[in-house]
């Protein structure tokens, strides 16, 4: 892109300016001569184009935004559209995507990034490169590859000729720790610690390390003693090490060890001036888990105190919630609900604060076991509009079940039933081993059986107790198909049996074709089948299979008999010798006689179910 410049020094245009200049300024000097400078471009403004790297640095950008949303498909459409307007991209932007891909758990894709960065026409890989893949597959538990790597890297036989650097170590510790794998981890020390020796002081960071690993790996207690080699080397404890030794005593249940590190902490502090050790928002959160879970009222309420007392502590969210659940757990109901009103009120001011759903889970829990069914019902009707975050599924129905509960503890049997109905016919189920099934059985026991809303079945022909041989279909009447058939030559079973039962050469049975996976008119039926099919015993109790029948929705389920297993005509010791299908079952029972005025029409019958 080329510039000239053109100077104007005409007469005329001199002698118009300065008549200009004598008429709004009659009495001023005379002007003096000057040069008027105008830059032109020999290319039209709007051919011009931004220079590659620019671009790339905000397609770099990009890319970080779109892995913190686990966009992974996103990035790799918007990396190849960069390719084919760009050219080869440079090693800082496919760090980018490979980070991405470590951080979405795609190693495999972390992976092919990396092999194609090392290929010759493209941009190659650096340190930076060879310490992601390593940290992908320490996260993917893939340690044997990522010590091969390693090894390569420190022989100089690894594609760029990266050197070993305390980045690549970290990282690889870093996922091993965070697994739990403490025996790798110190192996990595062992091997390739003295590379962490190199820099200032990272030693700390190590054994800061050290004590996470055994947290996570459920030894909370192990992690104590480090902080005795620490003082015997020599090192200095920071904030982060302080905190998780914190953490370990809290998990470990040495509330007592926990106050000491945390007095130390502030002495520390305090004595040597050293503003980054005292305690952090991170420390009294910690505490307050700790002596909630202990229910010890008194010292949580110091912490809380402690803790608004703070000039420069910055109460967030997260603290905030932990100082509400501590207080529930201590049975203050009145103390968790003045801080929750704190939260509401100072997230009118910073919304940050607004309390994620969790938090009014936890108040809408508390207050439906003492049957306060007005604050319940106040939670759930704020849940939407004050709440921050994503409200899931299942903390909708959860919130749905304890507005029903708290309902039914305060004695309020027919608010209880209708929210039930509601919870039935929103959800379609309700889950009979969750608190809300626990509440939905206490109303049937109340309402009564011909009173039931479920629509229940009885079993009137047969006794529960009973064998399921008695009542079985022998394999022969099921008319089994041989496993290598190809669909196209028993298609139309499917259209009036929605279940068959495969078998093999020996006549047993290895899986059940349902009529919505024969996909395929020229392959064989043994491709298609689920397997292996769900067996009981023929002493297996009928009503056993029934459960099995209406809680996994099995449309059919296999009888086997064992045989003795040192017989030499069937090598697995048994043999199938019938089926049982929920069409068998639902011509069994026979619902519950009600008077017509009492007859609720709510949901759908088990059958129904199976027909879908």
């Not at 980054?276 to 809380?304: E, N, R």
Request: hydrophobic fraction near 40%; include cysteine; glycine fraction near 6%.
């Amino acid at each position: 892109m080329g510039f000239f410049t053109t100077t104007i020094t005409s007469n005329a245009m001199q002698n118009h300016l300065l008549s200009l200049y004598s008429t709004k300024f009659p009495s001023s000097n005379p002007l003096p001569t000057f040069k008027i400078t105008f830059s032109y471009s020999s290319t039209p403004t709007r051919r011009r184009f931004h220079k590659p790297h620019h671009s790339l640095k905000r397609l770099t950008f990009r890319i970080v935004q779109l892995t913190r949303r686990r966009q992974l498909e996103q990035i790799f459409e918007e990396v190849e559209s960069a390719k084919r307007r760009y050219g080869k991209l440079n090693t800082i932007v496919m760090n980018a995507v490979m980070e991405a891909c470590v951080h979405c758990g795609d190693t495999e894709s972390a992976l092919k990034v990396f092999d194609e960065m090392c290929k010759s026409e493209s941009c190659g890989v650096d340190g930076v490169s060879y310490g992601t893949l390593l940290k992908g597959l320490g996260v993917a538990r893939r340690i044997d590859e990522a010590f091969q790597i390693l090894e390569s890297v420190e022989m100089g036989t690894a594609v760029g000729s990266p050197k070993l650097s305390a980045p690549m170590i970290f990282g690889l510790l870093n996922a091993l720790i965070s697994a739990g794998d403490i025996r790798r981890a110190k192996g990595l020390l062992a091997r390739y610690g003295y590379l962490l020796h190199e820099s200032c002081n990272p030693s700390i960071l190590v054994y800061n390390l050290l004590m996470k690993g055994y947290i996570s790996a459920g030894c909370p207690q192990d992690a104590l003693p480090v902080h005795d080699e620490i003082l015997e080397l020599g090192l200095t404890p920071d904030r982060l090490t302080y905190n998780t030794l914190i953490s370990a005593c809290v998990k470990a249940g040495k509330l007592d060890a926990a106050m000491q590190f945390f007095d130390e902490m502030k002495d520390k502090a305090q004595n040597f001036s050293r503003d980054k050790l005292y305690p952090d928002v991170v420390t009294y959160t910690t505490l307050l888990q700790g002596f909630g879970g202990a229910k010890d009222l008194l010292s949580v309420l110091k912490i809380v105190y402690e803790m608004k007392m703070h000039r420069n502590l910055v109460i967030d969210r997260t603290a905030f919630t932990a100082m509400v659940d501590a207080l529930l757990n201590c049975g203050s109901m009145n103390g968790a609900v003045c801080v929750f009103g704190e939260i509401i009120k100072r997230a009118g001011v910073n919304p940050k604060l607004r309390p994620k759903p969790h938090l009014y889970l936890s108040l809408m829990r508390a207050f439906a076991s003492q049957g306060d069914y007005n604050m319940v019902k106040n939670l759930h009707k704020r849940l939407w509009p004050d709440s921050s975050g994503a409200i899931s599924l299942a903390l909708q129905e959860e919130a749905d079940h304890l507005l029903m509960e708290a309902a039914l503890n305060d004695g309020q049997v027919n608010v209880a039933l209708e929210n039930l109905t509601n919870v039935v016919l929103k959800w379609k189920r309700i889950p009979w081993t969750s608190r809300g099934g626990m509440v939905a059985m206490r109303i049937e026991a109340l309402l009564g059986f011909t009173n039931s809303i479920f629509s229940p079945y009885l079993l009137p022909q047969v006794s529960p107790s009973e064998p399921i041989e008695s009542i079985m279909m022998p394999l022969k009447a099921a008319k089994p198909l041989l496993g290598t058939l190809h669909l196209k030559k028993v298609v139309m079973r499917f259209f009036w049996d929605q279940v068959v039962p495969i078998v093999d050469d020996w006549g047993c049975c290895v899986g059940l074709l349902h009529r919505e996976d024969c996909t395929e008119l020229n392959a064989p039926l043994m491709t298609m089948m689920r397997s292996p099919p769900p067996c009981v015993t023929t002493t297996t109790s009928i009503g056993h299979v029934v459960d099995l029948i209406l809680e996994k929705m099995y449309r059919m389920v296999v009888v086997v008999k064992y045989s003795n297993l040192n017989s030499s005509t069937n090598s697995s010791g048994s043999k199938t010798v019938g089926v049982f299908t929920a069409e068998q079952l639902f011509k069994l029972v026979v619902p519950v006689q009600r008077p017509l005025e009492q007859e609720r029409t709510l949901g759908r019958r088990w059958c129904e179910n199976f027909d879908t």
